[in-house]
Nanobody, 121 residues
Framework: QVQLVESGGGLVQPGGSLRLSCAAS????????MGWSRQAPGKQSELVAG???????AYADSVKGRFTISRDNAKNTVYLQMNSLKPEDTAVYYC???????????????WGQGTQVTVSS
């Protein structure tokens, strides 16, 4: 079985920073694209950022210039550095990863359990 475990959420003041981490564990053959999404109360889920196995990145317009996604392939871990946080960034943040397990023919999209980020004074 494969699990994604997020950490690093919390309460931060506007203008502050947080770094989220998401580690994939299990018998993994290959991890392809990894990403972060978020869902605020009463709003639709939003794709925040994604990163390919080769390091190419993409961001939602709402976070460009403030958030940075990165990954450590040796650790099967993806990070989201969030700077200049705003109250509208408040949401539950979820990571996901396209993973092919050892012995599997196809990859599958796995999701973490979510971590709360609250931006408030």
């Amino acid at each position: 079985q494969v699990q994604l475990v997020e950490s690093g959420g919390g309460l931060v003041q506007p203008g502050g920073s947080l770094r989220l981490s998401c580690a994939a564990s299990g018998i993994i053959f290959k991890t392809n694209t990894m990403g972060w999404s978020r869902q605020a109360p009463g709003k639709q889920s939003e794709l925040v950022a994604g990163i390919t196995s080769g390091g190419s990145t993409a961001y939602a317009d709402s976070v460009k210039g403030r958030f940075t996604i990165s990954r450590d392939n040796a650790k099967n871990t993806v990070y989201l550095q969030m700077n200049s946080l705003k109250p509208e960034d408040t949401a539950v943040y979820y990571c996901n990863a396209d993973i092919r397990r050892v012995g599997a023919q196809y990859e599958f999209d796995y999701w973490g359990q979510g971590t709360q980020v609250t931006v408030s004074s």
